[in-house]
């Protein structure tokens, strides 16, 4: 099923820990990716359903497959954790995909791990499937992200606040290596382990820097640059991540870890949707000074091997955090022109976003709606835009700048309006409609799933079958907390 090609399991023993999936009960297959698995050359055997299950819910070890489980530490909530690792995942293996490039196989719910800390290894249903359907929407809106494989229901029980039934997720990402794989040896100042992962690193995802004249500092820059550009790609579609820790934070560049991330309804730059995050760390509006931060933690793990005179490295260091603000801001602006139809470059461009952001905040405006509905505006239709603000007058005045803007690039309006939609998505994964599909497959009707999977393939396209999945939620549907599902 796999062809198999395991790098990482080649390193030092001390990066991972060897362990098997631990078997389950009644493996059921609940969704195949086939899609992914035909980018990926796999090739699954439908005609032998019980074996397919068996092989991604880990009763069955593929050949080639060498599991592990990764080591890594992390700022949780800005509380150092010197050691964390996969507690829960198990990295199968790696194989080489149709288009040259080297992704993992993971199994999220596989069972317990020299890293689980007393915990069961275990996934429950409803977390599965949030994170199957938030990274392919996450993929289909072109956000980086990892993606879904495969879920599996086990047929078992997992306890939590309450009982609840267990699944494993079959996840594909570009690699698992995250800003606290390297601070897990930084804290153990092993710095033969942090030259190793970085020269790993650079020859997995960044091979065009090995000649750079410094290797090291061009890795930094060039995660520093690949994470400001994911962020400012989030705001673009109005996701919260909400655990935005160092060992959620990819060396690749890719959003990872579903479990209390939300999208926003109504536009607050401060919202927090996540239980956890009790002090608003992780809001909207703070994810950008999160990410430099979490950047600075992976500047600390490097700065051996950025200068051998500290005082240097550390200079080296801070130019790379004072370039993560500013490349954000460039691609935060150029992503927000984009949403407001602007083609060209301008003085002002950056008020006039955010007058308009600020009038969605004081008139409560859906902010995936809003910025859809500037396409009919762009068209004559104003009402249809300025009835997404419970007090339109602030919009109307922001519609008269817009326009004036507008006539400093003369596009017609027909093409104005398909550019407006190609950038602003017509279906999110609205959270009250992920949580109907997960309430409804928590009592075994998977429909709910499949149709908001299907609705989210499509993201730019309003199709009629699709509409209610467009709309905001009424006030008895309004979602204000998610859960780690951990």
Request: a negative charge; proline letters at 6%; charged letters at 25%.
């Amino acid at each position: 099923m796999f062809q198999f090609d395991n790098s990482y399991a080649r390193l030092p023993d001390r990066f991972f820990a060897s362990v098997y999936p631990e078997p389950v009960e009644g493996p059921k297959l609940l969704k195949f990716n086939a899609e992914l698995a035909g980018e990926l050359g796999v090739e699954a055997d439908f005609s032998d359903p019980v074996r397919l299950a068996a092989i991604l819910a880990g009763n069955v070890v593929p050949p080639g497959a060498m599991p592990i489980a990764m080591a890594y530490a992390g700022h949780q909530f800005g509380n150092f954790v010197p050691q964390l690792g996969d507690g829960r995942a198990i990295l199968l293996g790696e194989v080489v995909d149709r288009n040259g490039k080297r992704r993992d196989i993971q199994l999220k719910g596989a069972g317990p791990t020299p890293y689980s800390r007393r915990g069961d290894g275990r996934a429950a249903l409803g977390p599965v499937l949030r994170e199957y359907i938030v990274s392919e929407a996450m993929n289909a809106l072109g956000v980086p992200a990892t993606r879904a494989l495969a879920a599996v229901a086990t047929g078992e029980q997992v306890y939590r606040e309450t009982v609840e039934q267990g699944a494993v997720f079959v996840r594909v990402a570009a690699s698992h290596v995250r800003i606290g794989t390297f601070q897990f040896f930084a804290a153990r100042g092993d710095n033969d382990g942090i030259k190793l992962l970085a020269d790993y690193v650079i020859e997995r995802h960044y091979p065009q820097l090995k000649t750079a004249e410094n290797p090291y500092l061009a890795l930094l820059q060039g995660v520093a640059a690949r994470q400001a550009d994911l962020i400012a790609r989030w705001m673009g579609v109005g996701f919260i991540h909400g655990v935005m820790n160092t060992d959620n934070m990819t060396i690749s560049g890719e959003t990872i870890d579903f479990g209390p991330c939300a999208f926003l309804d109504e536009y607050d730059p401060m919202k927090v949707f996540s239980s956890i995050d009790q002090g608003g760390r992780y809001a909207y509006r703070n994810q950008p000074g999160i990410g430099q931060w979490n950047i600075a933690r992976l500047a600390e793990c490097l700065l051996p091997l950025l200068d051998e005179d500290e005082e240097k490295a550390v200079e080296a260091a801070n130019a790379v955090l004072k370039a993560f603000g500013e490349r954000f801001q460039k691609e935060w602006i150029g992503v927000f022109r984009a949403k407001i139809g602007l083609a060209t470059e301008a003085d002002g461009d950056g008020d006039l976003i955010q007058a308009l952001l600020a009038a969605m905040h004081e008139g409560q405006a859906d902010f995936t709606l809003a910025f859809r509905r500037l396409a009919d505006a762009a068209e004559g239709g104003e009402e249809a835009f300025l009835e997404c603000f419970a007090d339109p007058d602030k919009a109307q005045v922001w519609l008269a700048d817009w326009r004036k803007r507008l006539t400093t690039e003369a596009r017609p309006a027909g093409e104005l309006a398909v550019a407006l939609r190609s950038v602003n998505p017509a279906v999110i994964p609205r959270n009250h409609k992920v949580r109907e599909a997960l309430s409804a497959a928590n009592y075994g009707d998977f429909s709910f799933f499949e149709r908001l999977l299907e609705a989210l393939e499509k993201p730019f396209e309003e199709r009629p079958e699709f509409v209610s999945y467009m709309q905001p939620p009424k006030p008895e549907e309004r979602v204000t907390q998610t859960f780690c599902g951990t």
